[in-house]
């Protein structure tokens, strides 16, 4: 056969599962978008259409379902491990899990100043509306043997109206670029960071607290650093997780440069004193790295963030 | 001439303007997307290419911008009054102007716990994280006299994880669906509400304050309605917004209802008690409907929502 | 009571039926996305949450993926009258229907050169590629009596890479814009045109042939006019359509003015003769009007294209 | 330091160039959509904010406009070899580009039968309507010395009506599905292909054509083969262009598997003979799979066809 047969990965993708906890009349939700992908010995189907060693892709949806009763949705990392550990051990074909879950959050509807006119304060323990900003991300590697746990957010839109320069760079032919001593610094923050927690034997992470400190030193780190370009705001977030969080060795940043360009207000007799800018869509400038821990070696693919 | 023109706008849509007002070192932000719509005495450039009566696009635009530092951007119905004021007072073609405006909230970035570590507390004053919840939206009209003004928003994401039943419904030869004595009930608001302000002699109303309250009693109707229909739901929505604002005469609501169906577990020997769902993207039901104030004209067009 | 109910309507939006036809080994297929939207007699649900008058939104997705059993798919326009019609005659309260229609389309894979080496050439008569052009779009509104039938199509991205000029407008304090005597002209076409048919006593149109007739009437219309504004050419595409299309009454167009700025190349030490385009994407200008046959009185919403 | 950078790019993305040819009357478009990410030596930049050894992004944008005068766009991987030995042989620190590139396909606008009526049938020569099937894409990295050229299409939506079976596959304790002997196969194409072609010294491929073949050979593939799985069915996609093109050594698909379900229409008394379907959106099947000429090395990243 003069073709062959390379990396490959099935499963079912983006099962929406929402999981409701009822702790007397408060109401709980976990809100999960739940992609799984499956390899292993299934070469027969590639070459063949043979499925003797396919568990089709509607059963492992059924299995996120199910689970999400059997297990509960602790954390989406925690219901990830549970997934990826199923697959792998129950099915012997299938010798790699790939668990990648969004998650969505919700944040409760503030009571009535006088709700007892309505149906009483304590009834709008199930009510909720999404809180819409940052999609929280995390992707589960079981091969039987080791984990790997790379969780991260994305959209994330911040912004500093000042406190970011950018000047003393290469000219060449083609730069028009007038450097600029005071500008808007706005991004969407894509961010991937891998958990150092890789065995069972190990005591596993908080999931929850790890992420919610994880995104409080990147949004402080953002606020905080005094820019001079765009690439030393991103090492500052990373560098601040990195050396807040023992338990994450690795993180990366897809960062676009949302441009926010200053107006030019002189044709019609206006001063613009920093305060007028047009947003712009495209192009934008993509800064994306790396930061991690000395003496680690980096997992996280270049891509990731594409997820 | 066998056809003719009919009714017929135009301008520069999307323009997308932030502005930052500085109360010493703390920043304020506004974030715009402005559409203009004209329409006058176009026929010429309709029939012949004469774009004599034509102010560009590209200058509707630039006033955008310009308006931005002229007038600040207070809310953002002020601004569209200002613009609409604008081109149908200083251009005699025009007769008609619509401004419609979306708005984006930003929050901002609590400070680190020990920032005087990083560059100081009182930096961070100029660092926002944007909300990224519902869009605000308005439109302004003004044909010289008479303002109209409808305001909104879209895409709030509420829930209900319980006090929702659907029964007693008609059953026709296509009907399949059982009875639910409790179901989730999930929508994306989109709102709009017309404002009973309509002339300069009278006091206009709070903006900002009426938007926040008008968003307030919509979620808290959500919340504290025993609902039997989605309808039931939107009218009591719609009922404590005009109930509860006077300046408020008239809202309509276009409601996805966000079907979250009970995924049934059987199969695999386990109980569903109201625990695990499959959020169901389409189709979906929708519901749209106005609630006026009793003795007012309705105005706001049934595709209102979609702008 | 104080408020009072408005216009409403209500049912299952965006039911994606896909109806395959045999004929023999040639496969047809017909794609629609398909949005039933009732309403008549429904205060009650609205005030008190009965559902006595409601056919549920389910049983509306039901009926439409029956009736494409019982009735096939002739056309978009064919299949929403056999909806309508049912809506109204068979559930009392229901006063009107209206269903509003997408359409994909497809084209057949060409065959393989040798495919005999493979399956079999007569095998692909049930291949089929989606063409990605423009969506075809209609709406069916009827109340029992009446038929307004509103077809068109959306996203048809058309551009002339030259004879469009745009000199000769208004100047006032606030434009900067050049005239321009050779510009690219791109836009999105959308458009939704009226039928005059409206009464089943009349003749039906061939409502697939005289899709594909407006559609060519639009695009050749926009690619022989030389153009002094998109204005212009929009009059030009409606009129032609009216003047082609005798079962046509009325036609609306949404055009945004897909920028394409010329490029300064001049600080790079190149001339750019009307070579080198950056397409932007925000803003862009908006030209929007109806084109109507003398005599007749407008119906299409001036909102209609959002559909 | 506690941490360190890892790998790390920047450049400017999405620049949307449309490129203008005139030969005589007859006008060529190339509308391409370009992403420009360096790397090299950039260790101060995010250590310190110092960007010595930075190009802006701005400046890699002008570049894409100049170089479409200068090179003009031959195809959009001759264009990017253009750019990406550009920024590598032309600055010391950067030591790799990847340029990224999307193209939007035209075709021209069919001249009007009577067009003597209007301006005049050779004038339409510079009239085109976007074709809107699938995104071409192609990825170009240069490290000074060899090129890596990955080719391919996105969005590409095919469909068989029949020709499709799935069953014998393994059941565990959550299989509910039923086996299948005659379904619907529809999925999204997503193709990354790689060329063997690596150095100046060797013949470049002729890129335009050898996209051409591709696809052709993907879609006929996909029709003429009957299918017992999507993976059966990707191989071969794979194993055809392969074998059919000497150079191209490797592909990776990643499919969806757009589930239309028949639907049971036996509540209403009728029977669905493979006529009636529901096109779902989640969730989906995913099928990824890399195809290789026997004896080469991959090199396509597993999430290639994210980008």
């Known amino acids: 056969m003069p073709t062959i ?8 993708a983006e099962n929406r599962v929402v999981r409701i906890t009822r702790d007397g009349d408060t109401h709980h939700i976990k809100d999960l978008n739940v ?11 590639h070459y063949s259409g043979s499925n003797a060693n396919v568990l089709p892709t509607d059963t492992t949806k059924n299995t996120v379902f199910a689970f999400a009763k059997e297990h509960g949705i602790e954390s989406a990392e925690q219901f990830g491990i549970h997934l990826a550990r199923h697959f792998v051990t129950s099915q012997e074909p299938i010798k790699v899990a790939r668990i ?3 998650e969505y959050s919700w944040e409760r509807i503030a009571t009535s100043d006088n709700s007892s006119r309505f149906i009483g304060s304590d009834e709008v323990n ?7 900003q940052e999609l929280r991300t995390t992707q589960i590697t079981y091969d039987g043997e080791k984990w790997e746990i790379i969780s991260g957010l994305k959209d994330l839109t911040v912004m500093n109206s000042t406190n ?6 290469v000219k060449d032919r083609y730069t028009t670029l007038k450097e600029a001593y005071d500008r808007i610094l706005c991004t969407d923050v894509a961010a991937a960071w891998r958990y150092n927690w890789t065995s069972d034997d190990d005591r596993m992470p908080n999931w929850e607290k790890s992420y919610e400190q994880a995104k409080k030193h990147i949004l402080q780190a953002f606020a905080e650093t005094y820019s001079l370009s765009l690439q030393q705001t991103l090492y500052q977030m990373g560098s601040r997780v990195i050396n807040s969080r023992s338990e994450i060795d690795e993180i990366r940043f897809s960062l676009p440069n949302n441009h926010h360009f200053l107006v030019d207000l002189e044709p019609f007799g206006l001063k613009n004193d920093n305060e007028v800018y047009f947003a712009a869509d ?7 790295a790396t930061v991690l821990r000395d003496g680690v070696e980096p997992q996280i693919p270049v891509d990731m963030t594409n997820l």
């Open 5 to 12: 047969l390379g990396q490959n990965q099935y499963g079912k």
């Open 35 to 45: 992609s799984v992908a499956l390899s292993g010995d299934m070469d027969d189907v």
């Open 100 to 102: 990648r879950i969004q």
């Open 126 to 132: 199930h009510s909720f509306a999404r809180k819409g």
């Open 164 to 169: 970011s320069e950018f000047w003393g760079y």
């Open 282 to 288: 495209r192009p934008y400038g993509l800064i994306e």
